[in-house]
């Protein structure tokens, strides 16, 4: 089932795209396209024939060979130049300049992409691929997000959604080491995401009703000024290289409640500490990523009785658990990731809590050294604890962990994957 999603206001996307020429007496045979990403944070929608997005080459440039096929778009918008299809239109490399499907010449300077009344694209989601199959028995639900280009689907995100209880299992994604070569990208409006059929009910005002949640559970005497609930992206913006797969992780389907000083503190340490990870070491080109959640969190109430927290009916849960799988193909290296989601427990009951139900061995100190890991400040409870653990399912005791771990290097035929370790060049 395809569902387009559209926005408010207007915005302006603008792209140079600067054909680099090598000199007659230098070239050998024809020449590839090269288009330069330096000039501008923001582009239209470049795919490949495949419709991956493009490998950037050193230099921050994408590189297209001669005969080579892209497709340039601007979903939910128009492109300055007339005649261009929103689509996608067909750019084919011929000797270092771009011809469209009639082999006619197409102009790529300046070329701005203007969103419509929009201040983000149009966005595809699909759900009848029968070749992802999601874990659990939360009625899980796999969705596809991306965009559709040429008739094809070019996508950025895979979400796995437990429809019963309303929350992301998780979302999967892939974070390259160009993600923080593009900065300036301006993201949507304050507090606005979107939502496609996967998500049922008035969710709308879930977030901004976490107060009134509460006070039925009675529990409202932990929401205040400086602690409370807000959307917590699985794949955050950050973690995603082009502007277009940027703007699709502001999906209500990609979030679950999380603890604002604990989405801004430890959690977004990790976050950026795995971004560094990919972008500034030997490590390949990229690493496949799961952000998920797991089990439900519990206040006591005045009576001292622990209480389960959904913010609506019975659905939309707070996450006990945050966990981040990260696996570095290149090298066989990888991690499990787990932040606790209630800023109101001891460590010493956390601490505990993990090696009898999460995991046997914390793994977070003999890698604390590795990277940017050494900032996450396990010494205060409103920061979030973290731990870590190994890709080693024999070591992983929650069930539905294991079992994604498994599936996830089965996808990749290993089993034999190393924890991460500063590596000496």
Known sequence: MLKKISFTSASVAVFLLIVTYI??????????????????????????????????????????????????????????????????QVAKCIDSDYLNGQSKPITYKNLTCTLIDKTRPDLAEIYSNPDIQCEGDSYPRSVEV??????????VLVICYQMDEGIPLYTKYTITKWTRLLEDYQPPPSNYFFAGDLISGDVTHVYSDVKAAFQELGVSQYINETYFLQRGQLASSDELFYPFQKDATYNLANVAPQWNTFDESNWHILEQAVIDLVANEDVGDNATVLTGTLKVATLNDQNGVPVELYLQDGRFPVP??????????????????????????????????????????????????????????????????????????DQIIEPLVREIVTNTLDEFGTRNVEVFAKRTK
């Open 320 to 393: 006990r658990w945050f966990w981040k799988m990260v696996y570095l193909p290149d090298l066989q290296f990888g991690a499990i990731f787990f932040g606790y989601n209630n800023i109101y427990d001891s460590k010493i009951k956390v601490d505990a809590e993990f090696l009898k139900e999460i995991c046997t061995v914390d793994t977070l100190e003999s890698i604390r050294s590795s990277w940017s890991l050494q900032l996450i400040d396990n010494n205060v409870a409103t920061n979030g604890f973290i731990y870590a653990c190994a890709l080693k399912p």
């Open 23 to 88: 000199p007659e007496n230098v070239a050998q045979g024809p020449r590839s396209c090269t288009i330069d990403l330096s000039t501008s944070a923001f582009s239209f929608l470049i795919v490949d024939a495949n419709y991956q997005f493009p490998k950037v080459q050193e230099g921050n440039y994408i590189d297209v060979s001669h005969m080579a096929v892209t497709y340039w778009a601007c979903p939910g918008g128009q492109f300055s130049t007339p005649g261009y299809n929103v689509n996608g």
């Open 146 to 155: 991306g965009y559709n280009i040429n008739r094809a689907f070019a996508r």
